[in-house]
Structures are given as C-alpha cells and as structure tokens.
C-alpha cells in the first residue's frame, strides 16, 4: 500500500511538471522557440506572487490572479520587442537570446532578493490533507494536479475551438500564407508567449508554496519541463501531462527508494522513455 | 478611376530583378487574365499586389490609394484575397477551419459565408472535419477559392489555380468563376493555359521575362500574336 501511496504522490507531482512544461509547449508548437528562460520566468513570477503576499498580504491564490495578467504583458513586450527579431531560418539565435535573459534574470533576482531560500506562505493551506480512502492526499498537490488539468483542458479548448487558436496553428504551419488570411505572425506569437507567461504565474505560485526556491533554481525546472515535453511528444499538451506524470512517479519511487536517487530516478525514466518511444507518447502526426 | 492598378511595378528577390515596370490596370466587376510561360513573373506580380513582397508605395494603387509598400495583413484587410499558387491550405486545420480561417483578418458582411461556399461546392460540406490536405487536388483548390471568398473581398487574385490538376477538374473549378463575378468582385487569374485564360477573361495580358509584352481583350488577340508574346518568338 506503501507503494501506491508513493505513486499517487508521484502523480501529484506530475501536475506540477506539468505546469512547468505547458508554456513551454505552447510556445515551441507555435513558434518553433526553445526558450531557455522559462525556469527562470517561473521563479521570476515566484518572486513577485511571494512579494504581492508578503507587500500587500495578499492569500497566494489571489496574488496569483493578480500576477498572471503582469507575467502575461511580461511575455507579450518580450516576445513583441525581443524574441520576434531573433526568429527566422536559423535556430541559435533564439537560443543564445533567452540563454542570455536567463542569465540576466538569475543575476537581476540575486542582486534585488539575495540568495537566500524563500518560501511563499500559504496558512493553513501548507499542511491540509484529505483522505482518500486508505491515502491521506495533501490538499496543495490535488490542487496543483487540478490546476494542469485544467490549463491543458483551456489551452486546448483555445487551440482547437477558437478564431486565436486557429490563427494559432495556422501561422505555425505556414506563416507566410497566415499573412495572406490577415494574420500578423508577430502579434499572434506575442500573445502567445503572453498566455505562456500567465501560465508560469500559476505553476509559479505552486513552486513557491510547496517548497523553498531561491534565484538560482529556474535552470533545474527547465531541464523538468523539456523532458515532460519530450516524453509527451512535442506539440501534445496531453502528452505534455502524461510526461510529466512519469516523471513525478520516477522522482517519488525513486525517491522512496533511497532520497539521494530521486533526481537521478526522474532523469533515468527520461533516457528510457527516449529509447523505447523516440518521439514521445503522443507525437503530433503533421511535422 | 481603376480598381487596382499598377505603374512601372519592379520587384526584387535580393540581387535578381522579377519584375522590370509592370502596369496593369482591373476595373471594378472586371476580370482579367495574367498569361505567361514560367518565370514570366505572373507569380511574382500576385506576390508583389497581396503584400507578401513590398514594392514602391505608388507602385500599385488600390482605389487611387497607394498599397505597394503594406504587409500582407494590410491588403488583406482592404479587401484583397488571394489563392495562393499551390493551394497552401494549412495542414493542421479542418477543412471547415481553412474556411473560416479565411476570414481572420476581414470579417465583412457579403454574398460569402460557409452556407454559400458549402452550396458552391457541395463536396467541401461533406468533408468538412477532414484535414484540408487530406482532399484530392481539385477540392484542395476549392478549399482555398473558397478561403479567399470568406473575407467576401473586392479583388480576388488566383495564382496558377490548373496548377496540377486533370482537365477535367480545371474545367470544374473554372465553373465556379461565372457565380463568383455576379457576386461582385473584381478577379485576377494567372494561368499557363491560354485557351482557359481567354474564355474567362475580359481582358488578358501577357507576360515575359518580367514585363507585359501584350494586352488587349481575348476577341481582338490573335492567336499569333498571343504565341509571340508568350514565347518570345517574333513572327
């Protein structure tokens, strides 16, 4: 029983990968960018939930509806006045441009918050659990794995059932024809990496409640959020989650196992999902 | 005062010249048609009107309004559409999608919708929850015909629209034309066939090595001297 316990919690954990990952999917199935900041974004919007609840008192939950429209206009100016001009037939500049932004962003939140470990705080919330059935379930990781769900259940109803989301795919396929439909490619990318950036606010707040972060983690939920993405299968939000899923159980047995292995588990079950399904669970048919 | 016009029109792919003064002029409920061997610059020319290569403001006028130097999305949203040579209908969206996606960036009250295309073309509502690229080539050209009538624009420009296709599907697609001039829009066809070019057209021009070398209405044009100016073969 010990084990299913161990692998509910990794699937729990799974959400918050997949949080991670959703943005970073989004905007790579739209604009073919790898943005090497997304980790460091992700802490970038811890900090500033952790400085809307510790300023203003305000509760996380309602910090982060405050700070999903700022991350959103974040990701809007850097994808409209920064991110557009690197992109084109060559694929290092975008590479070196938010490889650079994560460096800077490191850099900037270590020089305003220290390198102190922050922890966002939450009440009651932090401790709550229920029990299910045999389980006791913390009331944070139900709610984090909710939360994916239900941003992979908007973003596809965005993608697949509105004008943006056609406008979406359809500069993704061919730009320079989306251009003949009306379609501005740049303004549409800056929306989206807007929305990607929302979503950051939210995965965010669940990085900060759930344990301490300081400056320099952002690189290490890169490295989570590209092997949820890889092991879905690039392009599939749904296999974005089911990558993510793997990856939190690998990390909790791993974990369970001997606490030094937990890491090491998570990049393991990566490698071995490589070997066995090269392109992932669910890889888009049209590439 | 023409619909669209152009004057003295050039365009560049970097170094290489396509396009040595071009003008040509589409007057409001006409049809006309751009005749050419390949390489004439016919494609080159739709490029240069839909905004997808910038030219000299006052090098096309739209209305008396110079729209040489505006973006794709700029034309587009005055009201000139354009099948593209190839279809290029989007792979990733329905058939029904690539309609609707037509109308992205100009959603203007007209004789076009999705129940007028639909009726235009009964096999599109059929298959309309397939993957556009999934049709054969002739309801692929329907399909994109019928994105570019979505956004009901003043001028349509068809490039290469026999591209590819069996006869008999060309004579199919070119059965629709009749109906889409009395809903009121200007047409620009670029063809390779001068024989369907002529039965469709007002008035035709003919293009070579980037500039018009002939022009007149189908009737007056002999067939001669349609062969000269296509080929370059002075009789």
Same mark, same amino acid.
């Given at each position: 029983m010990s084990w299913a316990d161990t692998i509910l919690q990794g699937v729990l954990l799974g959400g918050l990968y997949a949080l991670f990952a959703a943005g970073l999917s989004l905007v790579f199935g739209i604009m073919r960018l790898v943005n090497l900041a997304h980790g460091d974004l992700i802490v970038l919007a811890a900090y500033l939930i952790l400085v809307l609840v510790s300023g203003l008192g305000l509760h996380p939950f309602l910090a982060v509806l405050i700070a999903m429209p700022l991350m959103f206009g974040i990701g809007w100016l850097l994808q409209a006045y920064v991110l557009n001009r690197t #992109?084109?037939?060559?694929? #290092?500049p975008p590479l070196l441009v938010t490889f650079g932004l994560s460096v800077v962003l490191q850099n900037g939140l270590l020089q305003a918050y220290s390198a102190d470990s922050r922890r966002i705080p939450s009440g009651s919330l932090e401790t709550a659990s229920v029990a299910l059935g045999p389980f006791n379930v913390g009331v944070m990781p139900m709610l984090t794995f909710a939360s994916a769900v239900a941003v992979i259940l908007i973003l596809n109803r965005v993608l697949y059932g509105t004008e943006l989301g056609r406008a979406f795919r359809a500069t993704s396929d061919d730009a320079v024809t989306a251009g003949l439909m009306g379609i501005r490619p740049n303004r549409t990318f800056a929306v989206a990496t807007g929305i990607a950036m929302a979503i950051v606010a939210i995965a965010a707040v669940f990085l900060g409640t759930r344990a301490n972060f300081d400056p320099t983690i952002g690189p290490a939920r890169l490295i989570y959020a590209f092997e949820a993405v890889i092991m879905g299968g690039l392009g599939s939000l749904w296999g974005t989650l089911a990558g993510g899923v793997v990856l939190g159980v690998a990390q909790t047995i791993g974990g369970a196992v001997n606490p030094e292995w937990q890491i090491l588990a998570g990049h393991i079950a990566f490698v071995l999902v490589l070997l066995v399904r090269p392109r992932g669970f669910f890889p888009r048919a049209v590439d | 005062m023409a619909l669209l016009e152009t004057h003295g029109l050039t365009a560049f792919y970097r170094d290489f010249q396509a396009l040595f003064g071009v003008d040509l002029s589409l007057e409001a409920g006409e049809t006309i048609a751009i005749v050419g061997a390949n390489g004439a610059g016919k494609s080159t020319l739709m490029r240069s009107i839909s905004g997808v290569l910038r030219n000299g403001a006052d090098q096309i006028l739209f209305e008396g309004r110079p729209i040489g130097a505006l973006t794709a999305p700029d034309v587009m949203s005055l009201g000139i559409a354009m099948v593209p040579e190839g279809r290029k209908l989007f792979p990733s969206l329905s058939v029904e999608e690539n309609l609707l996606i037509g109308r992205y960036g100009r959603a203007t009250k007209g004789p076009w919708s999705l129940e007028t295309i639909y009726r235009m073309f009964p096999v599109l509502k059929e298959r309309r929850n397939t993957p556009g690229t999934a049709l054969s080539g002739g309801q692929q050209q329907m399909v994109a015909i019928g994105r570019a009538l979505m956004s009901n624009p003043r001028v349509l420009l068809c490039d290469e629209l026999s591209l590819g296709l069996a006869p008999i599907i060309i004579r199919d697609i070119y059965a629709a034309f009749p109906a889409i001039r009395d809903s009121g829009a200007s047409i620009v066809i670029v063809e390779q066939d001068i024989g369907q070019a002529m039965k469709v057209a007002d008035r035709l021009y003919c293009m070579m090595e980037g500039r018009v070398t002939l022009s007149g209405r189908p009737a007056e044009l002999s067939r001669e001297a349609i062969h000269a100016a296509y080929f370059g073969a002075h009789a």
């Open positions: #992109l084109g037939p060559d694929i #290092l | -």
